[in-house]
């Protein structure tokens, strides 16, 4: 059983910044791609950023040069640095993971998600 357990959301005025953490535990690997999702209200779940096993990262175009994703594999922990917010940034975020070392696949493992509000 693999638990992946989001923190640091919170509401922010725009230009704000918040950094989003998220631990694995139980049969986690920290090989696996990981990655972090958004959910706003009334629209559908989209990538926002993933990292490979390798340390290959990608960006949605609209956080690129915005938002940074880590990852500490040693405390199997998952980063997402978040800064110059936008409104549209305000969302339910989920880290999700695996199943493979490359981000080829969509994900099988979910985060509760933790919700990032910008005013």
């Known amino acids: 059983h693999v638990q992946l357990v989001e923190s640091g959301g919170g509401s922010v005025q725009a230009g704000g910044s918040l950094r989003l953490t998220c631990e694995g535990s139980?049969?986690?690997?920290?090989?696996?791609?990981m990655g972090w999702f958004r959910q706003a209200p009334g629209k559908q779940r989209e990538g926002v950023a993933n990292?490979?096993?390798?340390?290959?990262?990608s960006y949605a175009d609209s956080v690129k040069g915005r938002f940074t994703i880590s990852k500490d594999n040693a405390k199997n922990t998952l980063y997402l640095q978040m800064n110059s917010l936008k409104p549209e940034d305000t969302a339910m975020y989920y880290c999700a993971a695996g199943p493979l070392r490359s981000c080829s696949a969509l994900p099988n493992k979910w985060g509760q998600g933790t919700q990032v509000t910008v005013s």
């Open positions: 139980g049969s986690f690997h920290s090989t696996w791609c």
């Open positions: 990292i490979d096993f390798d340390g290959r990262t």
